[in-house]
């Protein structure tokens, strides 16, 4: 089995994760799980206290592809997606203009990396996922021990103890909200788009 990443979200807008067309994207922010996850790995995003005070779910989703060296930007396949904000310029990259996240100075070079090789021009997509954004619950605190305290307890950087019981818990947090939700979104995001808004945090954990 895979890697399993989980984190705490600060802001869920619909830039990160980006959910359209059946696909699950995460091209923005996050950079450490951007390049570090690869095909089979899963992805647990909660919200952080900010969000909702009670840590709710706010997605599950295997990386069943992954786009490296900035190929997101380039083809046309994913024209349209609101988290492809960045454009290619020969071998440099450029804001979208019109586009709806990190319009700011320094979000392309935190997004992408330094130039020239823009090493985290890297997008994670999951054809199977769980969305459930403001809709999601708390609900597996009462079931699921581990992952309650590894989400309460996640801060600035923090790693989590016991992995091997914490990633026995989290699959069967999978596979039940796999079972329980038959539709992979399941719920609209907390916010509208904000080209001001911050998606980074530094809290996450992997098991």
């Known amino acids: 089995m895979g890697k399993i990443y989980y984190y705490k979200l600060t802001v869920d807008d619909g830039g990160a994760p980006c959910v359209q067309n059946e696909i699950l994207s995460l091209a923005i922010c996050k950079p450490r799980i951007r390049t570090g996850a690869n095909e089979g790995d899963w992805v647990f995003g909660f919200a952080a206290n900010s969000l909702d005070s009670n840590n709710r779910l706010i997605y599950i989703a295997e990386v069943t592809d992954k786009e ?11 024209a349209g ?23 700011k100075p320094g979000d392309l070079q935190r997004d992408l ?4 090789r823009y090493p985290r021009a890297q997008v994670l997509l999951s054809s199977e996922f769980r969305y459930f954004g403001s ?3 708390s609900a597996y605190k009462t079931k699921f021990p581990y992952v309650k305290n590894a989400v309460e307890k996640l801060g600035q ?5 016991h992995p091997d019981m914490l990633r026995n818990e989290l ?4 596979g039940e909200s796999w079972r ?7 719920g609209d995001p907390h916010q509208l788009p904000d080209v001001t808004a911050c998606h980074r945090t530094r809290s996450f954990g992997e098991c």
Not at 157 to 161: A, Y
Not at 180 to 186: A, E, N, P, Y
């Open 171 to 174: 699959m069967r947090l999978k």
């Open 157 to 161: 950087g923090e790693r989590v103890n």
């Open 68 to 78: 490296r060296g900035g190929e997101y930007y380039r083809s046309s396949k994913y």
């Open 113 to 116: 990396g330094q130039p020239p």
């Open 81 to 103: 997606r609101a988290d492809r904000i960045y454009r290619s310029l020969g071998d440099e990259y450029a804001w979208r203009p019109r586009a709806r996240y990190h319009g």
């Open 135 to 137: 809709s999601g619950s």
């Open 180 to 186: 329980r939700f038959r539709d992979k979104v399941c």
